[in-house]
């Protein structure tokens, strides 16, 4: 499975260093810096989305410097993983058969969605952002596995769980997947368990439990808004018993999807494509 996780594109451990960074009160905007230009071309795509229109500079950035501090220590966090974001999930999953602009979509919207969700309970926002965005990484393993395989895809009609597909098919699901790779990337302990334990979140461990409950709500959210992946959708069930434990009412879950829903309508607009950034 590793030799297959190896394969993708190491980018995304910058969000696992930007993370730990980020969390570090003696950190700055330097040490941001410091950390992005190791990868040029990420740089590059950070300046180019500090310049559009979702960002609306007065004057256009030349620097990555100029970029980061417009953007601000809060939010490159987000603008670092709409790059990587953007890059990893640029192509279809034949295996389950989602267009890559699907992938796309459902993880942006997870991702929103956490960071919505994570005020109401005093989890980080920036955190629980970086953690929607990697919930499907374990799917782009899987699908080259497949591949390799020649394995039949997942079957169309999705009535079998995705997981339980997954695990008879390969001997792994795709949160067990991408759980290997946050370790790999060095990516925090609570972010790891978190997405591992998603589909059942009661299963977590106490100090991941609740970003595990609102990796769940996310991807419900996801799936209400019309951006659900096949297969998913019996993991989403049980909302009312689950929002008491993660301390939040039905009132605030309701509110934090139409945040998303507006977040999600944002970026859209912000860009020129209208399905990717």
């Known amino acids: 499975m590793l030799h297959f996780a190896r394969t993708l594109p190491a980018t995304p451990a910058v969000l696992g260093k930007l993370q730990h960074l980020l969390s570090d009160t003696n950190s700055g905007l330097d040490e941001v810096c410091i950390l992005l230009k190791r990868d040029m071309a990420l740089s590059a795509r950070v300046i180019q989305i500090s310049n559009s229109a979702f960002f609306s500079p007065a004057l256009p950035h030349t620097s990555l410097e100029e970029a980061v501090g417009c953007v601000g220590y809060d939010s490159i966090c987000k603008v670092v993983g709409l790059t990587v974001g953007s890059q990893l999930y640029d192509r279809d999953l034949h295996y389950c058969a989602i267009p890559s602009s699907r992938l796309w979509e459902n993880t942006l919207v997870c991702a929103l969605a956490m960071e919505s969700l994570a005020q109401f309970i005093g989890i980080d926002p920036r955190s629980a952002y970086t953690t929607g965005l990697m919930r499907s990484l374990g ?139």
């Open 139 to 277: 799917k782009l393993v899987l699908d080259r596995l497949a591949a390799e395989m020649k394995l039949a895809p997942y079957p169309a009609a999705g009535e079998e769980p995705l997981a339980s597909w997954e695990t008879a098919a390969f001997g792994w699901d795709n949160p067990g997947a991408t759980a290997l790779l946050l370790e790999e990337w060095n990516f925090s302990g609570e972010t790891v368990e978190a997405v591992r334990r998603h589909y059942q979140p009661e299963s977590a461990f106490e100090d991941a439990a609740a970003s595990a409950l609102l990796l769940n709500f996310a991807a419900r959210i996801a799936d209400e808004l019309g951006h659900g992946l096949p297969g998913e959708a019996s993991y989403w069930q049980g909302l009312a018993p689950r929002l008491p434990r993660a301390g939040l009412s039905e009132a605030e879950f309701e509110l934090c999807r139409e945040e998303t829903r507006t977040a999600f309508d944002q970026i859209r607009y912000a860009f020129a494509d209208p399905a990717r950034i």
